[in-house]
């Protein structure tokens, strides 16, 4: 079945540095879209990320521009999120997501999601 | 950016359950809908505004376009109490998600 695993979280000092990944399986890794999002503490969704399937195209949030970096392995079916300059405010469970935008059409959606990993930012 | 109302509600069992999420411009019908359970990863529910994910229940419906979307739940069950996040498609980035709508046991 389709499935999205992530790893990498834990915790870091402010200013450190932490690298996510998500090993995807069940689909075709390469013909899809990928995203990164994340839920602080008791807060709502916040998209962080998104990778084309090429990794031609990527977006990021305002929040972490210029921090963050997002990348992918198709050869290992497998999704990056490299973390630096890491504030208090990035404290957050980030999950991956298989990501579908249909170009000419409505179909568009995340999904699956990973079970998530915590990142906790604290001195 | 996308709102929701109510922020919370308290329904019971069997109940009819209507929520609504407003976009500050027009989205079309890029819109989806998630819902999130406690400790878990959300799940796709409704995209396109109205599309029925596969293997969701059918008592889960979607509506609206434009400016105003519905997500209609037409008989809780025990299961459904949880948090429900729309989510827009039509101009990105950002990929913004609502607030979300918390639906509780009364």
């Known amino acids: 079945q389709v499935q999205l695993v992530e790893s990498g979280g834990g915790l870091v000092k402010p200013g450190g540095s932490l690298r996510l990944s998500c090993a995807a399986s069940?689909?075709?890794?390469?013909?899809?879209?990928m995203s990164w999002i994340r839920q602080a503490p008791g807060k709502g969704l916040e998209w962080v990320s998104y990778?084309?399937?090429?990794?031609?195209?990527?977006y990021y949030a305002d929040s972490v521009k210029g921090r963050f970096t997002i990348s992918r392995d198709n050869a290992k079916n497998l999704l990056y999120l490299q973390m630096n300059s890491l504030r208090a405010e990035d404290t957050a469970v980030y999950y991956c997501?298989?990501?579908?935008?249909?170009?000419?059409?409505?179909?568009?959606?995340?999904?699956?999601w990973g079970q998530g990993t915590l990142v906790t930012v604290s001195s | 950016q996308l709102t929701q109302s109510p922020s919370f509600l308290s329904a019971s069992v069997g109940d009819r359950v209507t929520i609504t999420c407003r976009a500050s411009?027009?989205?079309?019908?890029?819109l989806a809908w998630y819902q999130q359970k406690p400790g878990k990863a959300p799940n796709l529910l409704i995209y396109?505004?109205?599309t029925l994910q596969s293997g969701v229940p059918s008592r889960f419906s979607g509506s609206g376009s434009g400016t105003e979307f519905t997500l209609t739940i037409s008989s809780l069950q025990p299961e459904d109490f949880a948090t429900y996040y729309c989510?827009?498609?039509?101009?990105?980035?950002?990929?913004?998600f609502g607030p979300g709508t918390t639906v509780d046991i009364k």
């Open positions: 396109a505004a109205s």
């Open positions: 069940g689909f075709t890794f390469n013909d899809y879209y």
């Open positions: 989510q827009q498609f039509n101009s990105y980035p950002p990929f913004t």
């Open positions: 990778i084309s399937s090429s990794g031609f195209t990527i």
């Open positions: 997501a298989r990501t579908y935008i249909e170009v000419a059409g409505g179909e568009r959606w995340f999904d699956p």
């Open positions: 411009q027009g989205i079309s019908s890029y």
